[in-house]
T-cell receptor, first 111, second 115 residues
Framework: QKEVEQNSGPLSVPEGAIASLNCTYSDRGSQSFFWYRQYSGKSPELIMSIYSNGDKEDGRFTAQLNKASQYVSLLIRDSQPSDSATYLCAVKLSSASKIIFGSGTRLSIRP | DTEVTQTPKHLVMGMTNKKSLKCEQHMGHRAMYWYKQKAKKPPELMFVYSYEKLSINESVPSRFSPECPNSSLLNLHLHALQPEDSALYLC??????????????FGPGTRLTVL
């Protein structure tokens, strides 16, 4: 089992709709979770971090965390073509000073 | 200022060359990282520095040699690389390594091509 798993996509969502990106992780002791957006040819950009169970909202983005189910998700409301990118889920391991990335979900917003 | 800078943006080198990648941050962060990213893959951790000391080496070949001259600077010295080392090399920094909320901020990366 991979430490951090994401559906690779591509996930195609119509403009204006809600995009839902999911991530599961195997380290039950993990406490810190991050979502990065990466445009093609660019570096990852941190868009959300979440540390407690529940929802965290920032503009059009909502991160959701369920530690019991070892599940973290990212919702993007009112999706725009500029949201088309690869979204990387990252989890800080409880036993090491590093974060582990999922393989990323490619999101495409169609006009 | 949440900026990490990296130079050069692009680098082409032969297998016998020696070159260095540079990274700088002015956020007062005490942890700095080197990652390697191949196309359509996630970033892969290479090295972690905490308070200017190497704390993690992910079994990286010795042809890659990191250096942390001070808390703001991180270098990656390259020597006798192979074509399969061609990748995007990313530098990142965070406030601390062990603290729970260790948000990492990435630089723009150096696109390395080894001929």
């Amino acid at each position: 089992q991979k430490e951090v798993e994401q559906n690779s996509g591509p996930l195609s969502v119509p403009e204006g709709a809600i995009a839902s990106l999911n991530c599961t992780y195997s380290d039950r002791g993990s406490q810190s979770f991050f979502w990065y957006r990466q445009y093609s040819g660019k570096s990852p950009e941190l868009i959300m971090s979440i540390y407690s169970n529940g929802d965290k909202e920032d503009g059009r983005f909502t991160a959701q965390l369920n530690k019991a189910s070892q599940y973290v998700s990212l919702l993007i409301r009112d999706s725009q073509p500029s949201d088309s990118a690869t979204y990387l889920c990252a989890v800080k391991l409880s036993s090491a000073s590093k974060i582990i990335f999922g393989s990323g979900t490619r999101l495409s917003i169609r006009p | 200022d949440t900026e990490v800078t990296q130079t050069p943006k692009h680098l082409v080198m032969g297998m016998t060359n020696k070159k260095s990648l540079k990274c700088e941050q002015h956020m007062g962060h005490r942890a700095m990282y080197w990652y390697k990213q191949k196309a359509k893959k996630p970033p892969e951790l290479m090295f972690v520095y905490s308070y200017e000391k190497l704390s993690i080496n992910e079994s990286v070949p010795s042809r890659f040699s990191p250096e942390c001259p001070n808390s703001s600077l991180l270098n990656l010295h390259l020597h006798a690389l192979q074509p399969e080392d061609s990748a995007l090399y990313l530098c990142a920094s965070s406030q601390e390594v062990m603290a729970g909320n260790t948000e990492q901020f990435f630089g723009p990366g150096t696109r390395l091509t080894v001929l």
